[in-house]
């Protein structure tokens, strides 16, 4: 089971690293990001996981495809939230 707590801190985390990542013009910057991320990625909820990276096993570890899975990391994560009842 994936919980709420779980989608929110991986939301929070893959959003602020996406947003410093794509207006990033430092190169170290954007290797380290792909680091955290990469190991974030190790370490996630494997359910979690399997959930955002549509089959592919490398989802957040290819250098040549990082931003467009972070992106679509961070949208899918962002269709997760639960929605707040007022």
Not at 28 to 41: C, G
Not at 58 to 79: G, M, P, S
């Amino acid at each position: 089971m994936i919980t709420k707590d779980c989608v929110e801190t991986a939301y929070s985390f893959l959003h602020q690293k996406q947003r410093i990542y794509v207006h990033s013009t430092l190169d170290w910057q954007k290797d380290d990001i792909e680091l955290a991320i990469a190991d974030y990625a190790d370490n996630m909820s494997q359910e979690l996981y399997d959930a955002i990276c549509g089959g592919s096993s490398d989802f957040l570890r290819n250098h040549k495809r990082f931003q467009e899975d972070i992106t679509k990391a961070v949208e899918i994560l962002e269709e997760m939230l639960p929605v707040d009842q007022c």
